[in-house]
């Protein structure tokens, strides 16, 4: 079974192909939010070297959210436009499904939501594996100190300024903090077993996660009032 994995919703943007659940070729986009500019290259270069068509993947699985606005559209445009063009399933998942700590144990996987406070999902890890309570959300950063009391490992793409501001508001807190790229490998183990679920669509509709309002919808709702 062959794959192709997109998620663009962070600074840490990747792309990669499986095949029976081996990574074959896999490229991080240079960090921030550019990854309009090289994705695209990034799939042809990739689809070159294996000597593979996209017709020979079975399934493409996209991150639909939360993260950048701009960001999320590019990946989910990208892998709509191909499952589409092409007639394949579309898998979307969560991107805070990515991060996971490399140690075992309840975690949280967070993203700087700049003034809307925080992204944040919920689990636990265990050998590599991730258990998530609930869905993802969005929180202010005052109400963090209460969902996060039982969780010992904070996972992030960009941890500079999210850091900065959760150890200003609780200095008595000492989490551990991660700083990583999405771990690829369970991001296909997730799609595939959502694939042979049949949880998937065509390309058509794909529900994105924002979780807070786009300053065009902002004004809009202003002009209202």
Known sequence: MRSLIIDTSTE???AAFFED???RFACELPHGLNNSKYLLPEIHRALKSLNWGLQDVDFIAVGVGPGSYTGIRVGVMVAKSMAFALKKPLVSFCSLEGFLPSQDGPFAAIIDARIGGAYLLKGVALKG?????????IVELNQLEHLLKDVKYLVTPQALLIKKKLNELYPEREWIWEEKDPNLFYLNNLATSRYVKGEFGDGRHVELLYLRKTQAELEKEKQKT
């Open 12 to 14: 840490r943007g990747c």
């Open 21 to 23: 659940q081996k990574k």
């Open 129 to 137: 594996c991730g258990t998530f309570e609930g869905k993802a959300q």
